[in-house]
């Protein structure tokens, strides 16, 4: 199973930026967030596989983006424009060998 770390989040008000980081304790083929807010459902947040294929949350596409350094085992989500719906706990989530693995969640708090 894959050891995962998050950092970062924080509080912002609405249109600030946030920067996430999640280092692996060796790389999973899929890396990236979800979230959940208060009383809602996990979501996915965006996602970035080994060979390069992402995927969105609708609701973030156009402000978020994901990266990767394969060579640090490491995953970053830059989150620009925040609306206070971002709001939530951010997981950092890898998939590897069929498996899922988690960190244990930051918190993203957006004022309006």
């Known amino acids: 199973q894959v050891q995962l770390v998050g950092t970062g989040g924080g509080s912002v008000r609405s249109g600030g930026s946030l920067r996430l980081s999640c280092e692996a304790s060796?790389?999973?083929?899929?890396m990236g967030w979800y979230r959940q807010a208060p009383e809602k459902e996990r979501e996915l947040v965006a996602t970035l596989t080994a060979d390069g294929t992402t995927e969105y949350g609708n609701s973030v596409k156009g402000r978020f983006t994901i990266s990767r350094d394969i060579d640090k085992k490491s995953a970053s989500l830059q989150m620009n424009n925040l609306q206070p719906e971002d709001t939530g706990v951010y997981y950092c989530?890898?998939?590897?060998?069929?498996?899922?693995?988690w960190g244990q969640g930051t918190q993203v708090t957006v004022s309006s």
């Open positions: 060796r790389n999973p083929y899929k």
């Open positions: 989530y890898g998939h590897h060998y069929w498996r899922d693995s």
